[in-house]
């Protein structure tokens, strides 16, 4: 039996990343807007650029969140089947020949 996350159950870790690059995103879009409208000021497109790059970071922001809170997630999972002594998450090679009599390990 492995452990299941309820619904709306979120990992801290990945709503706080979450959080922070939607507001990284938003910040940036509105910038790239601005920079068609200060058409003047932006003669060597720095705000286009700068609004491209506060994107991207927020992009590369919520990857490694997402990232870092699966790993914490599995990490969570695991020590909670350690502790209440649940079946492993990848299957042992003793149940592999239960379900199949006929199966060897590769040489």
Avoid at 5 to 34: D, H, P, W
Avoid at 53 to 65: E, H, L, N, P, Q
Avoid at 88 to 100: C, G, Q
Wanted: aromatic content about 10%; overall charge positive; some cysteine.
């Amino acid at each position: 039996m492995r452990l299941k996350r309820g619904k709306g159950q979120t990992n801290e870790m990945t709503e706080m990343c979450k959080l922070i690059a939607s507001g990284e995103l938003f910040v940036g879009v509105i910038i790239f807007g601005l920079s068609f409208i200060a058409s003047d000021y932006n003669k060597d497109y720095i705000l286009t650029m700068l609004g491209l790059g506060i994107m991207g970071a927020a992009m590369a922001m919520f990857g490694f969140g997402l990232f870092l809170g699966l790993m914490d997630g599995m990490k969570n999972e695991k020590k909670l089947a350690a502790e209440y002594k649940l079946s492993p998450l990848k299957p042992s090679r003793h149940t592999l020949k239960e379900k199949n009599p006929d199966w060897k390990p590769l040489p």
